[in-house]
């Protein structure tokens, strides 16, 4: 797949262009952007704002729903979009790491 991106200031926006070229049959082509649409509305929220726009290849249409993420992952990388994971690194951060900082408690028990 390849992108184009139109940095802006304001929330980031996605467009997609699957054409028949890429699989005949409309479930294909839906199931991409379906694909597509759930791996964006996941990104983090660092992701530079503007415009974006996914042109999705005919190899999308033999990929699962993980190769199709990751590629357009990659692809978001390789622009300067997201930043780039560190190496050595096996997970990224939990999202709400944050939250566990505080140690957690038993309840109090009673002993009456």
């Not at 704002?49 to 999705?56: E, H, L, S």
Request: aromatic content about 4%; glycine content about 6%.
């Amino acid at each position: 797949m390849s992108l184009h991106w139109r940095p802006q200031e304001g929330p980031a926006r996605l467009g997609m262009a699957v054409s028949r070229k890429v699989d005949k049959r409309a479930v294909g082509r839906n199931r991409i952007k379906r694909v597509l649409r759930e791996a964006f509305r996941h990104l983090p929220p660092d992701l530079a704002g503007g415009d974006y726009v996914v042109v999705a290849r005919s190899a999308a249409a033999r990929a699962s729903h993980p190769e199709i993420r990751d590629a357009f992952l990659r692809v978001l990388c390789r622009a300067g979009a997201l930043p780039v994971p560190a190496a050595g690194v096996t997970m990224p951060p939990r999202p709400d790491a944050h939250l566990s900082s505080s140690p957690l408690t038993e309840p109090e028990r009673r002993s009456d």
